[in-house]
Nanobody, 127 residues
Framework: QVQLVESGGTLVQTGDSLRLSCAAS????????MGWFRQAPGEEREFVAA????????SHADSVKGRFAISRDNDQNTLYLRMSNLKPEDTAVYYC????????????????????WGQGTQVTVSS
């Protein structure tokens, strides 16, 4: 059974940094694109960042470019999201997602392309 377990979410202040982790298990994620999405209260789930298996292809939403960085450790089956210069508008539940296959850069930002989802971790940025 595939499991994605996020951790690292917490309450921080504007300008702080934070790193989220997502531990994946239950199958091999070789050649699988993995990503982060987020959902704020009353809002739709939105794309944050994604990476190919080897990390050679990454995509970041415009709203987080230059502040967030996605990475993965394939030996540990773990996905990371390094967040810096956090803003109150970054407050959301952050979800880890994995596709069972390689996704093109165009498809990386499409939630319906992902097959597996974690339960989410709350990030709250106070002003």
């Amino acid at each position: 059974q595939v499991q994605l377990v996020e951790s690292g979410g917490t309450l921080v202040q504007t300008g702080d940094s934070l790193r989220l982790s997502c531990a994946a298990s239950g199958r091999s994620f070789t050649d699988s694109t993995m990503g982060w999405f987020r959902q704020a209260p009353g809002e739709e789930r939105e794309f944050v960042a994604a990476t190919s298996w080897g990390g050679t292809r990454t995509s970041h939403a415009d709203s987080v470019k230059g502040r967030f960085a996605i990475s993965r450790d394939n030996d540990q089956n773990t996905l990371y999201l390094r967040m810096s210069n956090l803003k109150p508008e970054d407050t959301a539940v952050y979800y880890c997602a994995a596709a069972g296959k390689f996704l093109s850069v165009q498809d990386m930002s499409v939630a319906s392309r992902y097959d597996y989802w974690g339960q989410g971790t709350q990030v709250t940025v106070s002003s």
